[in-house]
């Protein structure tokens, strides 16, 4: 099994429509975050959690919202999604503890939005 | 001046080749620095962390100019398994990672 596990994998949805994509992991890492990748680009923070009850926007959180409802579970919502919400995806947890650990990455969510 | 920046390539070499590409950063005060692998669709796994004095992992070898705020990557042997894309990872601050856009290397038999 997985040891970051996102749903769903692929989605295809409408410009105005909410959509919510999730994340669970089984590392027992107290860090989440949300990324988006776009061809050409590095992979782009959202969010990111360092606990529970803790939320912090990253560099482009414009549009989006997230909940940390537990410590294995980050989700990320699109309120009202818009075309060039249209990226990758991707969800990733690290250990708190030791500075700069590496992270880890869910399987990633594939999000069109027409 | 974006915060990491890497050549995308494609860097096309044949088997058993050598291969080797930088990455440069722009913050000098970054303290970790790792090199990813990330397949065509696939989510991106940690392949090395880069250390000061420089490492090998197998076939790899990663390389550290902070004079020059620079990581290199080098493969040697290359296997048709290597082809993939190899992203550049630095760490600024605590919790942040700043990606390159990564370097693609395609191995032909």
Redesign the interface.
């Known amino acids: 099994d997985a040891d970051v596990t996102q749903t769903p994998r692929n989605r295809i949805t409408k410009t105005g429509k909410r959509i919510m994509l999730e994340c669970s992991q089984t590392k027992g890492h107290d860090r989440m975050y949300w990324y988006r990748q776009d061809p050409g680009l590095g992979l782009r923070l959202i969010y990111y959690s360092f606990d529970v009850k803790d939320i912090n926007k990253g560099e482009i959180s414009d549009g989006y919202s997230v909940s940390r409802q537990a410590q294995a579970k980050f989700s990320l919502s699109l309120e009202s999604a818009i075309p060039n919400q249209t990226a990758l995806y991707f969800c990733a947890t690290s250990p708190t503890g030791a500075p700069n650990q590496p992270q880890h990455f869910g399987d990633g969510t594939r999000l069109s939005i027409l | 001046r ?1 915060e ?1 920046e890497q050549d ?1 390539g494609p860097f096309n070499v044949p088997e058993g080749a050598t291969v080797a590409f930088n990455c440069t950063y722009s913050n000098s005060a970054s ?2 620095f ?1 090199w990813y692998r990330q397949d065509c ?6 392949l090395m ?1 880069v250390y000061s004095s420089g490492n090998e992992d197998g076939r790899f070898t990663a390389q550290l100019n902070r004079a020059s705020q620079y990581i290199s990557l080098l493969i040697r042997d290359s296997k048709l398994s290597d082809s993939a894309t190899y ?1 550049c ?1 630095v ?1 600024p601050n ?9 370097t693609t290397v395609t191995v032909r038999a």
């Open positions: 974006k990491v995308p303290q970790s790792f669709r696939k989510e991106p796994k940690l962390s992203l990872v760490c605590d919790y942040k990672l700043s990606f390159g856009a990564g």
